[in-house]
């Protein structure tokens, strides 16, 4: 009889810890890693790894795949790209809790939040739960292909409390605020792993109002942060709003930290403010730790931004008046009006409206954007952009880019940075974000923005851009960077049991072919409820991924598998004899 599960022989073991590789054996028994060196023994199934990095599963814990993981089973694209657990539940929105007749209004505000079309919602997801540890039991009876844990959102809690008033932005009565907290203590009591809210003005109905939790007082999301202190665990996790001055929002963070006394991380990038905001919130950090707070940032080690096209939810023209009188069409109606040159110059002259005002802007600086492109570039110099391009031909921008859409027959995809765009080649994000203790890569936002965003890959991109293809002065250490995929992000959410390739730790992991890990430029298809649409994106090079000691992808295609559980509540590091643990900076 095999004495173990799995056996991986001769891979060169980067174990998440951030030391440098060894050359060994990874040996998988009941789900945990069982022996890591040179193995003796036999297994039922073996995976030859010579030539190959084996290295801890990737973790994002900010993502919304609140909606997906109760239609279908696979949790892509995050687990495509290495991902064995994610987190869910971010930016103070989801499904629950939700009073029978409020369903609708958590499908409104994931629309507009997270860009999921409210057909794919209506159709997709049940609503067989009411309080949120309803919610917990009914996807804890979903298997998919990777580990998920869930998060309490604020906008649903308040909404929950306080009906009508919550979602009218009316300030809450002290009963309120007390009902939050006890709602809260009792989420994360029954297995949630953390709480979550948003500032950002981004988070918005699609018809322009705000998200319920966006105009709340301080003392509101105080009043969470008492709840996780209650509870005695849990993290709390914050979109913060930049309309404010750095300084005002390090200082809530800070408070938040101190209320709860426990971690605290936040959306973190180089906003358009300028490169003093992100410096002091780096600044504020180090201060953080020095005064015994656990306060990190969560960055995305690429330039954020929104993919743009006819087959997508927006582009330069989609709200101009001519546009939406075509905007239902299929596709190839919709370019071969667009090629009418009568049709063509009343939609160049006409001027974007939308309530949502974030949409316009996103729209509208002709000077960020660019055409992707496959492989995709996410790093173009700005002489690349359309309107750069246009004007050194000495055309109208808005000529160029409607031209850059109808390309390839209407499915050009146009990229517009959003964030992290400090620098001339949109990738210091590299230079100063992912290189600092107190930040760790995440953000990667799978199962939200289908038709806009398809960040879910920067685990891909991280290890190509920044390791595998860096010149010396931008160039990230291998070992650091599978810490800061692995060990770090799980770490700060308080799953301690995974992110490193150790006896008693979680058998998740990766076989990767470094040389021939390859990002394809993301593609649309049309396979979410009601045959709604969705952007996902490749990659070469994962030769095997590992949820508790199973195959669920070789040579980056499923397995069938289904091993990923719920994740309810934070783990605890496994205690091995002779083993030190290990914590992070």
């Not at 953390?194 to 009043?223: I, K, W």
């Amino acid at each position: 009889m095999a004495e173990f599960d799995l056996i991986i022989r001769g891979g060169t073991v980067y174990d998440g810890s951030g030391g440098e590789p060894f050359v060994g054996d990874v040996a998988v028994k009941d789900g945990m890693i069982a022996a890591v060196g040179e193995v003796v023994g036999t297994a039922t199934q073996e995976i030859d790894a010579n030539g190959r990095m084996v290295t801890p599963g990737f973790v994002d814990v900010h993502t919304h795949y609140d909606g997906q993981i109760t239609w279908e089973n696979r949790l892509a694209p995050s687990s495509d790209h290495g991902v064995t657990t994610v987190v869910m539940g971010n930016c103070g929105v989801g499904f629950a809790p939700v009073r029978a007749g409020d369903q609708q209004l958590m499908i409104k505000l994931m629309e507009g939040v997270e860009d999921i079309p409210e057909v794919v919602m209506a159709d997709g997801v049940p609503f067989n739960w009411e309080s949120f540890p309803d919610y917990l039991d009914a996807i804890e009876k979903r298997e998919s292909d990777i580990d998920f844990a869930a998060q309490l959102p604020h906008s649903p809690l308040r909404v929950y409390v306080m009906g009508e008033r919550g979602a009218s932005l009316e300030p809450p009565t002290e009963a309120d605020l007390a009902e939050m907290r006890r709602l809260t203590r009792e989420a994360i009591e029954a297995g949630a792993l953390g709480v979550t809210t948003s500032r950002s003005y981004a988070h918005q109905f699609r018809d322009g109002r705000p998200a319920p939790s966006v105009n709340t007082e301080d003392q509101e999301v105080l009043t969470l942060a008492e709840g996780l202190r209650d509870a005695g665990k849990g993290v709390f996790q914050m979109v913060p709003s930049y309309d404010v001055t750095a300084t005002e929002r390090m200082d809530l963070l800070k408070n938040i930290a101190r209320t709860s006394g426990r971690p605290v991380s936040f959306t973190f990038m180089q906003s358009p403010r300028g490169t003093e905001d992100w410096q002091e919130m780096l600044r504020g950090l180090e201060t953080a730790k020095e005064e015994g707070l656990d306060l990190r940032g969560q960055i995305i080690p690429r330039p954020t931004g929104a993919l743009l096209g006819l087959e997508l939810s927006m582009h330069p023209f989609s709200f101009n008046p001519s546009f939406r009188e075509i905007e239902h069409l299929p596709l190839e109606e919709k370019v071969a009006r667009m090629r009418d040159p009568e049709f063509r110059k009343r939609l160049i002259s006409e001027a974007p409206s939308d309530p949502m005002a974030f949409f316009v802007y996103v729209i509208s600086d002709l000077d960020a954007l660019f055409v992707l492109g496959n492989p995709p570039n996410y790093n173009p110099h700005p002489q690349e952009s359309i309107a750069a391009r246009a004007r050194a031909m000495g055309v109208d921008p808005k000529e160029l880019i409607y031209d850059a859409l109808l390309q390839r027959d209407g499915h050009e995809v146009l990229y517009r940075p959003l964030g992290n765009s400090e620098g001339e080649r949109f990738e210091s994000s590299g230079r100063f974000l992912v290189k600092n203790d107190r930040t760790f890569p995440a953000l990667g936002d799978g199962g939200a923005h289908y038709s806009m965003i398809c960040d879910a890959a920067y685990t891909t991109y991280f290890l190509t851009y920044w390791v595998r293809d860096a010149q010396a002065d931008r160039k990230i250490d291998l070992p650091y960077a599978i810490r800061k995929l692995t060990f770090e992000p799980a770490f700060a959410v308080g799953l301690k049991d995974r992110g490193l390739v150790r006896p008693g730790y979680k058998a998740d992991l990766n076989v990767i072919d470094l040389e021939r890990l390859h990002l394809y430029a993301p593609n649309i298809t049309y396979d979410l409820p009601t045959g709604g649409r969705r952007l996902t994106q490749r990659a070469d090079g994962y030769e095997a991924t590992i949820v508790s000691g199973t195959i669920t992808y070789r040579q980056g295609r499923s397995t069938g598998a289904l091993p990923g559980r719920l994740v309810r509540g934070g783990r605890e590091a496994p205690r091995v004899a002779g083993q030190q643990a290990l914590e992070p900076a």
